[in-house]
């Protein structure tokens, strides 16, 4: 979340730089995609959701020859369908998206901060593919731990962000105070919101969520939320605000 200035850079290096920045999108893609496709594969155990239990009712009802009962999913012997609490519908989705979506900032910005030095380009590389791994695992395996760390690394660099800010960085990084742009005061509410959310979820009298649920069960906000949040890292890229 560092000031970019547009400097100009060998094609060497920017080949490079674009290269890490794909190679993040990639990663991102394909966490996302592992984290689908088990939703689409035959569930082994208990159902995790209401379509894993309709479609075990509907197995279970062919081969007894109880159709009656297919469209009750509690009818399935031993299951009854959960309830969903506050911290499955809607804080650990806004922490998993919020974190994707910083994670966007630090990858779009990255190539601009590789022409500026290769240290400062390699930190928001790691930035983005930490934030990147932090969502995977707290949606296929939530623990206090991963929360708390969740709420370590983001207010560690929302305090480097403040520094470079107000007094630079040390060792000719930045010699003095950057300025302030939509990039990094975006990213920087997204990290504002993982911090709260990983909080909350702590704090929550409710036990920590095991896995993100199914996005069909979010609240609706979450829907609203994601779809701001693509809106906001495709605006921040077409109108080509310097960081």
Do not use: K
Request: hydrophobic share 55%.
């Amino acid at each position: 979340m560092l000031g970019v200035t547009v400097l100009s850079a060998p094609s060497g290096a920017s080949v490079v730089a674009h290269g890490v920045h794909y190679a993040i999108v990639g990663v991102g893609i394909v966490g996302l995609v592992a984290l689908l496709v088990p939703r689409f594969l035959p569930s082994r155990g208990a159902p995790r959701d209401e379509h894993e239990a309709r479609v075990l009712a509907l197995r279970t009802a062919v081969a007894t020859d109880t159709l009656a009962t297919a469209n009750d999913p509690t009818q399935v012997a031993g299951f009854r369908e959960p309830v969903l609490t506050t911290a499955q519908r809607v804080l650990l989705p806004l922490a998993v998206v919020s974190s994707a979506a910083a994670a966007g900032v630090h990858a779009a910005v990255g190539p601009a901060h590789f022409r500026e030095g290769t240290l400062l380009g390699l930190f928001f590389a790691a930035c983005a593919l930490l934030q990147l791994v932090w969502a995977g695992a707290v949606s296929v395996g939530c623990t206090r731990t991963l929360l708390m760390l969740g709420v370590v690394g983001n207010v560690a660099v929302l305090t480097l962000w403040g520094v470079s800010r107000t007094i630079g960085l040390p060792f000719g990084l930045l010699p003095g105070p950057e300025a302030v742009g939509p990039w990094d005061v975006t990213c920087g509410v997204w990290e504002l919101i993982v911090v709260g959310s990983c909080i909350s979820l702590l704090q929550s009298r409710d036990p920590v969520p095991t896995r993100v649920a199914d996005w069909r069960h979010w609240h609706p906000a979450m829907h609203w939320y994601v779809g701001a949040s693509v809106l906001a890292l495709v605006a921040l890229s077409l109108s080509g605000a310097g960081a």
